[in-house]
């Protein structure tokens, strides 16, 4: 079953194939930091974007590896796009943008991005 998500103002709605997940990734880096993210990462081809390219900007930093995407009216992030590990195409889902996540029932996994 998929699941649904959305920035704030409704501009950019995406959709993820397959159950919403019950784990996710805080990563404590300058971005994720001030931004909050709970974060799971899906290959680019589970990932579809249903509304809002046009309302969409990037922002990219440190590496340039992941390139957030965020809308440019609300300014909330609902994902960002790169490559895994492998060199394969990844969505990184802000999971504070999909409504049906109950936040507070995610394992909750810790990553030292701040020392990458």
Avoid at 16 to 29: F, I, R, T, Y
Avoid at 82 to 111: H, I, T
């Amino acid at each position: 079953m998929a699941y649904q998500g959305s920035c704030h103002c409704g501009a950019v709605t995406f959709e993820v194939a397959g159950d919403a997940p019950l784990e996710a990734m805080s990563c404590n880096c300058s971005h994720c930091r001030r931004k909050g993210f709970l974060l799971t990462f899906v290959p680019a081809s589970d990932f579809a974007l249903t509304a809002g390219e046009d309302a969409l900007t990037t922002y990219t930093f440190n590496k340039h590896k992941l390139r957030h995407r965020f809308c440019r009216t609300c300014g909330v992030q609902p994902f960002a796009e790169g490559q895994g590990k492998d060199g394969a195409d990844v969505r990184a889902v802000n999971l504070r943008a999909v409504p049906s996540v109950d936040l507070d029932a995610l394992v909750v996994k810790r990553v030292d991005g701040a020392s990458f």
